[in-house]
Structures are given as structure tokens and as C-alpha cells.
């Protein structure tokens, strides 16, 4: 592989893709991939259970109306 002129980690291969070869990097990636994806299962659980408190909210409000 031929290094790219001007980039530490970056290489291009035979085929002609360039290839990042920082490791580092790829590891912090995908933590915060790991991380956010997690983030978002959490939101997505709060907003089911917000939903679910609306839902029976308007339950009891319609039984104290009747």
C-alpha cells in the first residue's frame, strides 16, 4: 500500500480504496456508536413510557368525567 501524501494514516491499496489504518480513531468511533445507540434504545424506553402515563392519564380523566 502507498501512503497518502499528506495524511498519516490513510493508504491506498492496489485496488485504489483508500485505506485508515488509525486504529485509535476506529475505536473512539465506534464507542460513540455504542454509546449514542445506547442513548437512543434509553429515549426510545422513555418516550414508550411517556406514552403509556398519557395513555392512562386519559383513562382516569374520562372515568372521573363520567
Do not use: F, P, W
Not at 502507498?2 to 493508504?11: A, C, M, S
Not at 392519564?57 to 372515568?63: C, G, N, P, T, W
Amino acid at each position: 500500500m502507498i501512503q497518502v501524501e499528506g495524511h498519516k494514516h490513510l493508504y491506498r491499496n492496489d485496488n485504489g480504496a483508500i485505506v485508515n489504518t488509525d486504529t485509535i480513531a476506529y475505536d473512539n468511533y465506534m464507542n460513540n456508536k455504542l454509546t449514542n445507540s445506547d442513548k437512543r434504545a434509553e429515549m426510545d424506553e422513555v418516550k414508550r413510557e411517556l406514552a403509556e402515563l398519557k395513555s392512562l392519564l386519559k383513562d382516569l380523566a374520562s372515568k372521573i368525567t363520567s
